[in-house]
C-alpha cells in the first residue's frame, strides 16, 4: 500500500504560478509519477508524467508552461505551473503506477483556483 499526499494548491490570479507537491510514502523511484487534474463537469485527464526511466510528458495544453520532476531522496514529485489560466482551475492528482506489479495509487487531491 503506498499513501500519496498532494499539497500547494490555492488560489491565484491568472499569469501566476503554483508549485504542487505531492509526497509519497513509499520509493517514487522506478515507478511511473503522474498529475492529473479534473475540473467541474469534466473527466478526468492527464496533465504530466514523469516516467521510471525519467523522461517525462504533457499534455499539450500545458506544455511550455508546467514542469513536472522528482526527487529520489524525498519520495517527492512536483508540478511547477507557471502562466496560470483560468482553464487550469481544477483538483490536481498525483498518482503513482508502481513498475513492480502494476498496482496504481492517488492521492486525494488539492484544488487549484485560477482568477481571471
Known amino acids: 500500500q503506498v499513501q500519496l499526499v498532494e499539497s500547494g494548491g490555492g488560489l491565484v490570479q491568472a499569469g501566476g504560478s503554483l508549485r504542487l507537491s505531492c509526497v509519497a510514502s513509499r520509493s517514487i523511484f522506478g515507478n511511473v509519477m503522474g498529475w492529473y487534474r479534473q475540473a467541474p463537469g469534466k473527466e478526468r485527464e492527464l496533465v504530466a508524467v514523469l516516467t521510471s526511466s525519467g523522461r517525462t510528458k504533457y499534455t499539450d495544453s500545458v506544455k511550455g508552461r508546467f514542469t513536472i520532476s522528482g526527487d529520489n531522496a524525498k519520495n517527492t514529485v512536483y508540478l511547477q505551473m507557471n502562466s496560470l489560466k483560468p482553464e487550469d482551475t481544477a483538483v490536481y492528482y498525483c498518482?503513482?503506477?508502481?513498475?513492480?506489479?502494476?498496482?496504481?495509487?492517488w492521492g486525494k487531491g488539492t484544488l487549484v483556483t485560477v482568477s481571471s
Open positions: 498518482k503513482m503506477e508502481r513498475v513492480i506489479d502494476g498496482s496504481n495509487y
